[in-house]
């Protein structure tokens, strides 16, 4: 079996199972490579282990939010260049500014189309290399 292509392998971190399996199953029929954490924690482990091409992370979880993942991978030499899209139902301009300012590349609004999450996958994939 041939390894996965390292620069279409995607980290899912989302806390719920229902919307990190489908965002899983998306990418994976895009013939994309998905890992997937339930947790920002886990998220930063699997990250610093693995140093996928693309993070997608929720904002609001247990453990390690997805802002506090965000400022310790923006943190870490080994994955500062990663991009990371923020996923949220946060939708205050402020909210998404915060992201933004903390080094995310990218802020898709739940609940969000098909199109738009791999239109944004797409684009940060195609710009990290």
């Known amino acids: 079996m ?18 990190r399996d489908q965002i899983v199953a998306i990418l994976e029929m895009s013939g994309y490579t998905a890992m997937a954490a339930a947790n920002g924690s886990d998220g930063l482990r699997l990250a610093c282990q ?12 247990p453990e390690l939010n997805g ?38 590349s990218d802020y898709l609004i739940k609940p969000f189309r098909i199109t738009d999450l791999l239109q944004v996958v797409s684009r940060h994939l195609q710009f990290s290399h």
């Not at 693995?50 to 979880?61: E, G, N, Q, T, W």
């Open 50 to 61: 693995s140093r996928p091409a693309l993070i997608i992370s929720d904002v609001m979880m």
């Open 2 to 19: 041939p390894s996965p292509d390292l620069s279409r392998t995607i980290l899912i971190v989302e806390d719920n199972n229902i919307i």
């Open 67 to 104: 802002l506090d993942m965000l400022r310790d991978i923006r943190q870490n030499p080994e994955l500062d260049h990663t991009p990371i899209v923020l996923l949220s139902g946060l939708i205050a301009t402020e909210d998404i500014r915060k992201g933004l300012e903390l080094g995310a």
